[in-house]
C-alpha cells in the first residue's frame, strides 16, 4: 500500500520593530528564531530575508530594517512554529522603549500580488498603519502585535518583498552578551586585507578615499561586524579573513535588498513631491547652486509642473562638489529623499545626481594679439587695445565671445561609500544584473543553510 507524504505549504513569518534607538537589533531577533526553528526540524526555503525600507521615513530606528523568513511546513506544524515565534520576539523585544513597536504576523501560502505591491511602495513611501491592517485582513494575514501598531507596516512589507530582480547577501557575526556596548575588537588591517582580496564579490568593506572600515556599527547593539556581497559563497569566505578579539555568539546569512537602490524606482513630477518619500526628479537646473555654511550646496530644479530646492550636503563628496558646478538650463537626474522645511517648502536632499545634458557657457573677452597670440588689454576709453606682451595696437576694439570650459561632465555622481545608505548601490555593482547574475539552485541554497546553522549553533 502506497504511503502519502504529508502536504507541505508555504509558511512566511515577517518581524519588525523589536529594537530601540538604545539597543536591540531586529537581524539577531530573525537570526535566533530561524537557527531555533531549523534545530526543530523544520524546514527552511531560503534564507532569511532582510528588507531595508524606505530610508526617509523619520521615525526608523537606525536601517529601517524588516525580517522574514520562509519555511516549507506541514499543517500540524504551524501552531507550534507561530507560538515559537511569538515567544523568540518578547523576548528579544525591548518594550520598556516607547518608540519600539515589535509586530509579528504570519502568511500561509503564496504570498498575494497585493502584499507585493504594499512592499514595494514601502520603499519609497509612507504607508499607514490603517493600510496595513486592511492589506492583512484582505490577504490573511495573521498579525501579533506586542505593544503598539507600528512595527506592522514593515512585518508585512518583508514578507512581500520582491527578490526576483537585484538582490545581495549579507553576513553578519553577532556579540556575545557581556561585551555589547563595549569597542568592537575588529582587526582593521585584515579588513582591508579582505577587501582587496574579495573586490567585486563583496562591496563596501572600506572607504576607498580614507581607509576607514566601515563593517562595524556603532551602537549598543548585538551586531559585531557584516560582510556585504554578491552570493552566500563569497560573503561567508570573505567572513573567514577577518580577526576578531572577542567571541562571537552566532552568525547569519541574510539575503537583502541593501545595495540595489530599490528605494530609487518612483520617478515623480515636482508638483507630487510629498515629505518623506524616496524619490527620481528629472528636471533642469533652474537657480544657481550657492554654497551655506558647513559646506552645502543647495540649487534648484525646476520640471513642467513646478520647482523644487535640492540640497547636495558636504558628506556627499562628488556630489557635492559637482551640484556646484551646475549652471541654468543643465539637464538633471536627481534621486533622494524629500524633506519638509517651514513654511511648507519643500528640500530634495541629494543622494545620486546624474548630469545628463550640459548647456554652453559663454563669456566675452577681449581678443588676442594677431602676431604673438597674447590677451589684449584697453588702452583706456575710445583708445583701441594694446598687446600686454609685444605692445602691438589694435584697431579692433569689440569684444570677443568664447565659450567656457565646463568643470564637469555627463555621468552619474554618488557619495563615497563612508556616506552610503544601506540601500545605495555603489559603482561597483552598476554592471551586475540578477537573476542571470550568480544564480543559487535549490540544492546549493539547502547545503549552505544547514552548513551556516550547524555553524551558527556550534558558536552560540
Same mark, same amino acid.
Given at each position: 500500500?502506497?504511503?502519502?507524504? $504529508?502536504?507541505q505549504?508555504?509558511?512566511?513569518?515577517?518581524?519588525?520593530?523589536?529594537d530601540?534607538?538604545?539597543g536591540?537589533?531586529t537581524?539577531?531577533?530573525?537570526?535566533?528564531?530561524?537557527?531555533?526553528?531549523v534545530?526543530?526540524?523544520f524546514?527552511?526555503?531560503?534564507?532569511?530575508?532582510?528588507?531595508r +525600507?524606505?530610508?526617509?521615513?523619520?521615525?526608523?530606528? @537606525?536601517?529601517n %530594517?524588516?525580517? *522574514?523568513?520562509?519555511?516549507?511546513?506541514?499543517? =500540524?506544524?504551524?501552531?507550534?512554529?507561530?507560538?515559537i515565534?511569538?515567544?523568540?520576539v518578547?523576548?528579544?523585544?525591548?518594550?520598556s522603549? @516607547? *518608540?519600539?513597536? $515589535?509586530?509579528?504576523?504570519?502568511?500561509? %501560502?503564496?504570498?498575494p500580488?497585493?502584499l #507585493?505591491?504594499? *512592499?514595494?511602495r514601502?520603499? !519609497?513611501d509612507i504607508?499607514?498603519?490603517?493600510?496595513?491592517r486592511?492589506?492583512?485582513?484582505a490577504v490573511?494575514? =495573521?498579525?501579533? +502585535?506586542l505593544?503598539?501598531?507600528?512595527?506592522?507596516?514593515g512585518?508585512?512589507?518583508?514578507?512581500g518583498?520582491?527578490f526576483?530582480?537585484? !538582490?545581495?547577501?549579507?553576513?553578519?557575526?553577532?556579540?556575545?552578551?557581556?561585551?555589547?556596548?563595549?569597542?568592537?575588537?575588529?582587526n582593521?588591517?585584515?579588513?582591508r586585507?579582505?577587501?582587496?582580496m574579495? @573586490?567585486?564579490l563583496t562591496?563596501?568593506n572600506?572607504?576607498?578615499?580614507?581607509?576607514?572600515?566601515l563593517?562595524?556599527?556603532?551602537?549598543?547593539?548585538?551586531v559585531l561586524?557584516?560582510v556585504?556581497?554578491?552570493?552566500?559563497? *563569497?560573503?561567508? @569566505?570573505?567572513?573567514g579573513?577577518?580577526?576578531?578579539?572577542?567571541?562571537?555568539?552566532?552568525?547569519?546569512i541574510?539575503k537583502t535588498?541593501?545595495?540595489?537602490d530599490?528605494?530609487l524606482?518612483?520617478?515623480?513630477?515636482?508638483?507630487?513631491?510629498?515629505?518623506?518619500?524616496?524619490?527620481? #526628479?528629472? %528636471?533642469?537646473?533652474?537657480?544657481? $547652486?550657492?554654497?551655506?555654511r558647513?559646506?552645502?550646496?543647495?540649487?534648484?530644479?525646476s520640471?513642467e509642473t513646478?520647482s523644487?530646492? /535640492?540640497?547636495?550636503?558636504n558628506?556627499?563628496?562628488?556630489?557635492?562638489e559637482?551640484?556646484?558646478q551646475?549652471?541654468l538650463?543643465?539637464?538633471v537626474?536627481?534621486?533622494?529623499g524629500?524633506?519638509?522645511?517651514? $513654511? %511648507? =517648502?519643500?528640500?530634495?536632499?541629494?543622494?545620486k545626481?546624474e548630469?545628463t545634458?550640459? #548647456?554652453?557657457?559663454f563669456?566675452?573677452?577681449?581678443?588676442?594679439?594677431?602676431?604673438?597670440?597674447s590677451? /589684449?588689454?584697453?588702452?583706456?576709453?575710445?583708445?583701441g587695445?594694446?598687446?600686454?606682451? /609685444?605692445k602691438?595696437?589694435?584697431?579692433?576694439?569689440?569684444?570677443?565671445q568664447t565659450?567656457? !570650459?565646463?568643470?564637469?561632465s555627463?555621468?552619474v555622481?554618488?557619495?563615497?561609500p563612508?556616506?552610503?545608505?544601506h540601500?545605495?548601490?555603489?559603482?561597483?555593482?552598476?554592471?551586475?544584473?540578477r537573476?542571470?547574475?550568480?544564480?543559487?539552485?535549490?540544492a546549493?541554497i539547502?547545503?549552505t543553510?544547514?552548513?551556516l #546553522?550547524?555553524i551558527s549553533?556550534?558558536?552560540?
Amino acid at each position: 500500500m502506497e504511503t502519502l507524504l $504529508p502536504v507541505q505549504t508555504e509558511f512566511h513569518i515577517g518581524i519588525d520593530d523589536t529594537d530601540s534607538r538604545l539597543g536591540g537589533c531586529t537581524t539577531y531577533t530573525a537570526a535566533l528564531l530561524f537557527q531555533e526553528l531549523v534545530s526543530k526540524g523544520f524546514k527552511p526555503v531560503d534564507f532569511p530575508w532582510l528588507v531595508r +525600507l524606505n530610508p526617509n521615513v523619520p521615525w526608523k530606528t @537606525r536601517g529601517n %530594517g524588516a525580517l *522574514s523568513l520562509h519555511f516549507s511546513l506541514e499543517e =500540524e506544524q504551524l501552531q507550534e512554529v507561530k507560538k515559537i515565534a511569538v515567544a523568540v520576539v518578547e523576548r528579544t523585544s525591548d518594550l520598556s522603549q @516607547r *518608540s519600539t513597536d $515589535p509586530s509579528v504576523v504570519f502568511l500561509k %501560502g503564496r504570498t498575494p500580488s497585493q502584499l #507585493v505591491e504594499f *512592499s514595494i511602495r514601502a520603499l !519609497h513611501d509612507i504607508l499607514s498603519v490603517r493600510e496595513a491592517r486592511h492589506i492583512a485582513d484582505a490577504v490573511g494575514v =495573521e498579525t501579533h +502585535l506586542l505593544k503598539g501598531s507600528r512595527g506592522l507596516v514593515g512585518a508585512l512589507a518583508s514578507v512581500g518583498a520582491d527578490f526576483s530582480g537585484d !538582490h545581495t547577501f549579507e553576513i553578519i557575526a553577532y556579540r556575545t552578551p557581556e561585551n555589547i556596548g563595549t569597542t568592537r575588537r575588529v582587526n582593521h588591517d585584515s579588513v582591508r586585507r579582505m577587501d582587496a582580496m574579495f @573586490r567585486g564579490l563583496t562591496f563596501n568593506n572600506v572607504d576607498p578615499e580614507t581607509g576607514r572600515v566601515l563593517i562595524c556599527p556603532h551602537g549598543p547593539d548585538p551586531v559585531l561586524f557584516g560582510v556585504r556581497g554578491e552570493d552566500p559563497a *563569497s560573503v561567508a @569566505r570573505a567572513f573567514g579573513q577577518i580577526t576578531v578579539g572577542e567571541p562571537i555568539e552566532r552568525t547569519m546569512i541574510f539575503k537583502t535588498n541593501q545595495g540595489t537602490d530599490a528605494h530609487l524606482g518612483c520617478h515623480r513630477t515636482i508638483d507630487a513631491l510629498q515629505p518623506y518619500q524616496s524619490t527620481v #526628479v528629472v %528636471g533642469r537646473v533652474s537657480d544657481a $547652486p550657492r554654497i551655506l555654511r558647513g559646506g552645502h550646496v543647495i540649487f534648484r530644479t525646476s520640471d513642467e509642473t513646478g520647482s523644487v530646492d /535640492c540640497a547636495a550636503y558636504n558628506a556627499t563628496g562628488s556630489v557635492r562638489e559637482t551640484a556646484f558646478q551646475l549652471t541654468l538650463g543643465d539637464s538633471v537626474t536627481i534621486s533622494g529623499g524629500i524633506r519638509s522645511r517651514p $513654511p %511648507g =517648502e519643500l528640500t530634495l536632499n541629494v543622494e545620486k545626481l546624474e548630469v545628463t545634458a550640459l #548647456v554652453d557657457v559663454f563669456r566675452w573677452e577681449n581678443p588676442r594679439c594677431s602676431r604673438c597670440g597674447s590677451r /589684449c588689454e584697453s588702452m583706456g576709453k575710445g583708445q583701441g587695445l594694446r598687446c600686454k606682451k /609685444c605692445k602691438t595696437h589694435l584697431s579692433k576694439t569689440s569684444r570677443v565671445q568664447t565659450t567656457d !570650459h565646463r568643470k564637469i561632465s555627463l555621468g552619474v555622481y554618488r557619495p563615497p561609500p563612508r556616506a552610503h545608505r544601506h540601500l545605495t548601490k555603489p559603482a561597483s555593482r552598476d554592471r551586475i544584473h540578477r537573476p542571470t547574475f550568480f544564480e543559487t539552485s535549490e540544492a546549493s541554497i539547502g547545503q549552505t543553510l544547514e552548513s551556516l #546553522v550547524s555553524i551558527s549553533v556550534a558558536s552560540s
